[in-house]
């Protein structure tokens, strides 16, 4: 059980600083692009944290609109959605509704994550993108960093994080 352990917290180390030198050096780590159906990209999201929500009292309601397609790497986007979903998860321990939101906009299109989470402290929103900053006990402070960067590869980006209630 313990070598068991040690293996786990060091591929989780490999993750992490493989993830640094992604942020680090975009250009040489960026991912093969692909043109993409957003809408799904986010339902083959949702099958990854299934097993994530079957343990919670969260309703998934799906308002999937967009029709225009996205140029990104699908792993890439899928680590940013999954990072996202799973934020909205921890933030309603209770339950709640995840609301997924997708719409065409004039350069691609949009995802929206909203959630009945309580939010966050207005000095958290303001801390929120840099490295190691996190509001969790086992967070590591690198998941919206890294997405935010991973985004930027592609002209894209986390466009508002907050208090919005579905």
Known sequence: DELRLLDQQVERMRLIVTQLLQYARPTKYAGYVETLDLNR???DSLVLVGHLLSQTRIT??????????????????????INLLINAIQAMPEGGELCLQTQDTPQGAELRVLDTGTGLSDQALQRLFRPF????NDGNGLGLWISQGLLERYGAQIAEI?????
């Open 41 to 43: 990209t986010v339902d």
């Open 60 to 81: 998934v309601k799906r308002e999937l609109a967009a029709t225009h397609r996205v140029g990104i790497n699908r792993q890439e986007l899928q680590q940013v959605i």
């Open 133 to 136: 900053f996190t509001t969790k």
């Open 162 to 166: 907050g208090r919005a209630h579905v």
